[in-house]
T-cell receptor
Framework: AQSVSQHNHHVILSEAASLELGCNYS??????LFWYVQYPGQHLQLLLK??????LVKGIKGFEAEFIKSKFSFNLRKPSVQWSDTAEYFC???????????FGKGNQVVVIP | KAGVTQTPRYLIKTRGQQVTLSCSPI?????VSWYQQTPGQGLQFLFE???????NKGNFPGRFSGRQFSNSRSEMNVSTLELGDSALYLC?????????????FGPGTRLTVL
């Protein structure tokens, strides 16, 4: 079964700072990769996804992620965060052809105005 | 287009009871998956239904079961509730079951077991 690792569970940073969240997965086959975000009091929303093609994917709200196959990584980045980016971020993976999402433990990100 | 809806939103039960949670997927979506979210274990996959058949199952005891109806609506049932079943139960739907699919999540049902 696939597994996902996210480090630095709690991240605190100031507005305008850059954000990078690491995600590593373990699975030998072709995978679909996702970043979901859960804002306070809201449900999980898709931030961005990678299925195939260009390994640099852009999502909503200025987020982007890079798939590095050799490192089994799918790191999330945002050059300049805003207070409204305060949320919990989850990396997730499914094997190709399968809807069974395996989630990382999440990163709680707090942006200080 | 309406999103994934889940009912009820909140539920309080006592140990030993059973509970049924309901999920209505986005119109046209045929795959419904269920996840349990707890502070300790995070988000864990329970099972997936596609065209009324369970297609994937996570590592949960048999007390957790589900089904899907012909209109793609799904229910999950937990029997003989334990304190550790207190969690947010999330439902997610997607268009099909295979290849590359994006799953859309509902707001969840918050279950508290006393």
């Amino acid at each position: 079964a696939q597994s996902v690792s996210q480090h630095n569970h709690h991240v605190i940073l100031s507005e305008a700072a850059s954000l990078e969240l690491g995600c590593n997965y373990s699975y030998g086959g072709t995978v679909n990769l996702f970043w979901y975000v859960q804002y306070p009091g809201q449900h999980l929303q898709l931030l961005l996804k990678y299925f195939s093609g260009d390994p640099l994917v852009k999502g909503i709200k200025g987020f982007e992620a890079e798939f590095i196959k050799s490192k089994f990584s799918f790191n999330l980045r945002k050059p300049s965060v805003q207070w409204s980016d305060t949320a919990e971020y989850f990396c997730a993976v499914t094997p190709w052809g399968n809807n069974r999402l395996a989630f990382g433990k999440g990163n709680q990100v707090v942006v200080i105005p | 287009k309406a999103g994934v809806t889940q009912t009820p939103r909140y539920l309080i039960k006592t140990r030993g009871q059973q509970v049924t949670l309901s999920c209505s997927p986005i119109s046209g979506h045929r795959s419904v998956s269920w996840y349990q979210q707890t502070p300790g274990q995070g988000l864990q996959f329970l099972f997936e239904y596609f065209s009324e058949t369970q297609r994937n199952k996570g590592n949960f005891p048999g007390r957790f079961s589900g089904r899907q109806f012909s209109n793609s609506r799904s229910e999950m049932n937990v029997s003989t509730l334990e304190l550790g079943d207190s969690a947010l139960y999330l439902c997610a739907s997607s268009l099909a079951g295979g290849g590359a699919n994006e799953q859309f999540f509902g707001p969840g049902t918050r279950l508290t077991v006393l």
